[in-house]
């Protein structure tokens, strides 16, 4: 079966790029991604291609060749669902605020909207492709719910998990260590439809990394590598701890380590706590389900991953508050950096969120500066915590479009982002417009102690 037209659902962090990359890649194809976002598709659909909703390095380029040509954006779910041969599914699966499984669980209810559109809108057979991150066994769910609410036609439900990673992922995109596309590998349409996808892979990707399985292992697949992942950067920021009461380094420890070609040399960056959308939803996804088969040894050692990372954040901003002589209140404390990683403008738990809480908590003055988030975004991550109104928020937080104006006359500042540009910084003329002693808190292990303590800073980074 060939496929010539595609429609994706949720132009998010990940329908975009990888739709982006596809259309790039297959220009015979057509992809037409659609959101109930109007506001999104809009930026999307802007004339200035700079202005595209998700900021990712190289993107912009690829939407500017491909847009009109057979890349498209729009509103219309159910003419995109109609005319598609095969669907992705990219809307959120965030972790559930409410009822069973609270706080841990996915809420499948976005994917779960998406099935019955897809199939009262089905008119003839479809291939169905899960790409959003989904507990084990959606693929089911989904099955069940198109077969039994279509209009009698045939649906293959394919997972195709994503493992890019935001800032690079286009490159990642583009040059992917595998793809896995997960089918029912037992019968002839469920072999059709992963040829299918197949196919669309090897336009670009070498077919030996092309892996194809049955639907449950690519879906446990993706929790786990996140899984592993995330264990890494836990599991460094532990000895990160154990460094700074002991005096050894954790960067020339990681590096120790990593020199052995069983450990690996990447993923063992100390930070002030892993962030995004993926690690810690996954996580708790994977305990959900371990629990949930009565397997509570397993869900004990994956959560603790978890209360590791939450450590790590309260554990940096509460070092912040006693070196600062115990407290904070009515000091000003620039954070340079929102995003959850550098290149992307995604902040979902960002460790920024929670040490700039944190830090509010003890009366701080917090002015904050990040090269791509919006001051909207920053203030809309705060109110979602919940722990203050709005109008709390913004009387305490400040954001300014310069790291010189945040720095200004500030006590201390948290680097929270490893951004290139803060690298670069004139860091003796901050120095020189703080108040004095000045501190400089290092999350990310980006600043050289040496030099930063020669200009005057106080200075403390992850790990020593
Ligand atoms: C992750 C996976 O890498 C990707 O394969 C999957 O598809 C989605 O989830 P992402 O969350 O976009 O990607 O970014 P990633 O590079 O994995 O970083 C996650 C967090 O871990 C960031 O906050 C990053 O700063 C932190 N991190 C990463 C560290 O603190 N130290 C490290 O050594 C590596
Ligand atoms: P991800 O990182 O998984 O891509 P995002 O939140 O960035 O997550 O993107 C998911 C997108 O899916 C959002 O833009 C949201 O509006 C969209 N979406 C959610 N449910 C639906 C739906 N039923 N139909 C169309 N779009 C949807």
Redesign the pocket.
């Given at each position: 079966m060939k496929i010539k037209n595609i429609c994706c659902i949720g132009a998010g962090y990940v329908g975009g790029p990888t739709m982006a990359v596809i259309a790039q890649k297959c220009p015979k194809v057509n992809v037409t991604v659609v959101d109930i976002n109007e506001n999104r598709i809009a930026q999307w659909n802007d004339p200035d291609v700079e202005k595209i909703p998700i900021y990712e390095p190289g993107l912009s380029e690829i939407v500017k060749e491909a847009r009109g040509r057979n890349l498209f954006f729009s509103t219309d779910v159910e003419s995109a669902i109609d005319k598609a041969d095969m669907i992705f599914i990219s809307v959120n699966t965030p972790t559930k605020t409410y009822g069973i499984g609270k706080g841990m669980a996915a809420d499948l209810k976005w994917i779960e909207l998406c099935a019955r559109q897809i199939a009262s809108v089905a008119k003839n057979d479809k291939i169905v492709v899960e790409k959003s991150t989904l507990p084990v066994r959606t693929a089911a769910a989904l099955k069940d719910i198109l077969d039994n609410t279509g209009n009698g036609v045939r649906f293959q439900i394919l997972s195709n998990p994503?493992?890019?990673?935001?800032?690079t992922a286009v490159d990642d995109l583009k040059n992917p260590d595998r793809v896995l596309i997960g089918g029912d590998i037992d019968t002839t349409e469920g072999k059709e439809a992963m040829d299918a996808l197949v196919s669309i892979y090897a336009s670009w990707v070498p077919r030996e990394n092309i892996l194809t399985t049955n639907v449950w292992s690519s879906e446990l697949s993706k929790l786990t590598?996140?899984a592993f992942?995330?264990q890494?950067?836990s599991s460094?920021n532990a000895m990160s701890e154990l460094c700074e009461k002991t005096g050894a380094d954790v960067e020339e420890v990681a590096r120790a380590v990593g020199m052995d070609s069983r450990v690996g040399p990447?993923?063992?960056?100390?930070?002030v706590?892993?962030?995004?959308?993926?690690?810690q939803k996954d996580i708790l996804n994977l305990v959900y389900i371990a629990k949930s088969f009565g397997l509570e040894e397993v869900a004990d050692y994956w959560e603790q991953v978890i209360k590791m990372n939450n450590h790590q954040k309260r554990r940096f901003a509460a070092n912040m508050v006693r070196k600062m002589y115990n407290t904070v209140s009515g000091k000003k404390i620039a954070i340079l950096g929102w995003a959850?990683?550098k290149d992307t403008n995604d902040t979902r738990e960002s460790?920024a969120i929670y040490v700039t809480d944190y830090l509010l908590n003890e009366q701080a003055e917090v002015v904050v500066y990040d090269p791509k988030v919006t001051e909207e975004q920053i203030f809309s991550d705060l109110n979602y915590l919940g722990t203050r109104s709005d109008e709390e928020n913004r009387r305490m937080v400040t954001v300014v479009n310069s790291p010189m104006e945040a720095c200004q006359d500030s006590h201390a500042i948290a680097v929270l982002t490893?951004w290139d540009e803060f690298k670069e910084l004139d860091w003796k003329e901050i120095y020189k417009n703080m108040l004095k002693p000045a501190f400089l808190f290092d999350g990310r292990r980006l600043l050289d102690r040496k030099t930063k303590e020669e200009i005057g800073f106080e200075f403390y980074a992850i790990g020593n």
């Open positions: 994503e493992f890019l990673a935001e800032g590598a996140n992942l995330a890494r950067v460094i990447k993923f063992l960056k100390a930070s706590g892993f962030g995004g959308s993926c690690f959850f990683k460790a490893e």
